[in-house]
């Protein structure tokens, strides 16, 4: 359940061993199916990539993934629920 970090009101997945396009490909699905917004962004390192949820999107997310998630990581995504957060 790991291999990501909250940045600020938004989270960062680790998505560095996947190529550009696997990654835009991932963000289509995402927005296509759950209406969730990210956006991919350079790693720092050649041909290496992040995806990040945008803040609008983290209400949706956050109620996606909840209940799948282990009790111990829920503080991960705590507080990305509520959209008076993001204004």
């Not at 396009?21 to 050649?46: M, P, Q, R, W």
């Not at 990040?52 to 111990?72: A, G, Q, T, W």
Request: with cysteine; net charge positive.
């Amino acid at each position: 359940m790991d291999d990501g970090t909250r940045h600020g009101k938004t989270l960062k997945w680790a998505t560095n061993a996947f190529s550009y396009e696997d990654c835009f490909l991932l963000t289509e699905v995402l927005y296509k199916k759950y209406n969730i917004k990210c956006n991919v962004h350079s790693a720092g390192k050649e041909n290496q990539y992040v995806i990040y949820v945008m803040k609008e999107s983290m209400p949706i997310f956050f109620d996606l993934v909840k209940d799948y998630m282990v009790s111990s990581m829920l503080y991960k995504i705590q507080g990305l629920n509520n959209n008076a957060l993001f204004k």
